[in-house]
């Protein structure tokens, strides 16, 4: 086989997983945009208050179905933080967001078995708890003052 025919025969299988990954991101788009219009930003925050467990455990489940890469949910995350919820909950949201948004899971459901589709959520959101606790009980609660962030309402 010719590098020519080889770089060609990749070219076409990457465009063939294309193909079979669109629609799984379209429907991934769609619900991303349908749980935008019901669960507004500033709602999000209400509920990231005080203590140590439940901010935790909303914002690993708030993050599930948002789809942020993990470069664009590193801001959001400061956000957060920044408009009152604690540092486990930040740490829970920028955990659980990657790992589990509703245009990953998509894309497992097109590339992977239903069996990992379904796990790959489940340990995204364990570890997420895990890591918000660990860091609410025995993390350091302080951030430095110039810490970057964006807002939640845009831009």
């Known amino acids: 086989?010719?590098?020519?025919?080889?770089?060609?025969?990749?070219?076409?299988?990457?465009?063939?997983?294309?193909?079979?990954?669109?629609?799984?991101?379209?429907?991934?788009f769609f619900m991303a945009g349908v749980l935008y219009v019901f669960f507004k930003p500033d709602?999000?925050?209400?509920?990231?208050?005080?203590?140590?467990?439940?901010?935790v455990i909303l914002s690993a489940l708030f993050g599930i179905p948002i789809p942020l890469c993990s470069c664009g949910v590193v801001p959001v995350a400061a956000g957060l933080k920044k408009q009152g919820a604690n540092n486990g909950a930040a740490?829970?949201?920028?955990?659980?967001?990657?790992?589990?948004?509703?245009?990953?899971?998509?894309?497992?459901?097109?590339?992977?078995?239903?069996?990992?589709?379904?796990?790959r959520p489940v340990a995204g959101f364990i570890t997420a708890i895990a890591t918000g606790i660990v860091q609410n009980y025995a993390g350091i609660n302080d951030l430095?003052?110039?810490?970057?962030?964006?807002?939640l309402k845009g831009g």
């Open 91 to 119: 740490l829970s949201f920028m955990i659980a967001t990657p790992e589990s948004g509703v245009d990953s899971i998509a894309v497992s459901w097109a590339m992977l078995d239903p069996i990992m589709t379904v796990i």
């Open 1 to 28: 086989m010719t590098p020519m025919t080889m770089l060609y025969e990749i070219l076409k299988e990457t465009w063939q997983i294309y193909l079979d990954v669109a629609v799984y991101m379209l429907f991934g």
């Open 43 to 55: 709602k999000i925050k209400k509920y990231l208050g005080t203590g140590k467990i439940r901010p």
């Open 144 to 151: 430095p003052e110039n810490t970057p962030s964006v807002s």
